[in-house]
């Protein structure tokens, strides 16, 4: 089944202690993204890929850390984690550009909580 | 830059009633158009997506029009059923970065027998 998958679903954690957020896809896509969801605020992008080692910055990027070293994997890394990183983070996959624009396939979602 | 502006929820709609969640957006060039579903306590998943003016996206009975003239792209269903209940998110691609989405804030739909 293709799908993409992001571990842990939930996570409570203290200020300052670093935590990765796995992502995986199987679908042999090249580009791969991260976003935050929050209240009032919907999906902001945080880094996106659009290949392995090829990484950038989205809208909302301070705090956060990512890697691409194989093509089904994108974590995202929070080294020191503060109480305004508690979100919903989504990891989302798609073919390259224009073989189908815009279309993202979404993970499950990890409700992160840093207290 | 480019941004989505969605209607604001939630909306509390009964069953088999008619269902119009208003989007309009902003962007430079030629956009293509999305709107996104998330069920409780799910990952976002494509509703229905128009890549070009006046171009008609469909899917399990909802619609949307692209109108470039208005710059807008509103969701509408005929007759909702309780299993529709869920956030509903209008999306943009300006084609440019990969597939880079840009989000309203959503839309929260409640259906009630």
């Known amino acids: 089944e293709a799908q993409v998958t992001q571990n842990p679903r939930y996570l409570i954690t203290v200020t300052g202690k670093k935590l990765t957020v796995t992502c995986s896809q199987n679908?042999?896509?090249?580009?791969m993204s991260w976003y935050r969801q929050d209240p009032g605020l919907g999906l902001r992008q945080i880094y996106y890929s659009m290949n392995v080692e090829v990484t950038d910055k989205g809208d909302v990027p301070e705090g956060y850390k990512v890697s691409r070293k194989e093509k089904r994997n994108f974590p995202l890394i929070l080294e020191s984690p503060s109480p305004n990183q508690t979100s919903l983070y989504f990891c989302?996959?798609?073919?390259?550009?224009?073989?189908?624009?815009?279309?993202?396939?979404f993970g499950p979602g990890t409700r992160l909580t840093v207290l | 830059g480019d941004s989505v502006t969605q209607m604001e929820g939630p909306v509390t709609l009964s069953e088999e009633a008619f269902l119009t969640i208003n989007c309009t957006y902003t962007a430079t060039g030629y956009p293509s158009l999305f709107w996104y579903v998330q069920y409780p306590g799910e990952g976002l998943q494509l509703l229905l997506k128009a890549t070009k003016a006046d171009d008609k996206g469909s899917n399990k009975g909802f619609e949307a029009t692209y109108r470039k003239e208005t710059t807008s792209f509103h969701l509408e269903k005929g007759s909702v059923q309780v299993s529709d209940s869920a956030v509903y998110f209008c999306?943009?691609?300006?084609?440019?970065?990969?597939?880079?989405?840009?989000f309203g804030t959503g839309t929260r739909l409640q259906v009630t027998l």
């Open positions: 989302a996959s798609s073919p390259a550009q224009g073989r189908q624009p815009g279309r993202q396939y």
């Open positions: 679908m042999n896509h090249e580009y």
């Open positions: 999306a943009l691609s300006d084609g440019g970065t990969a597939s880079k989405l840009t």
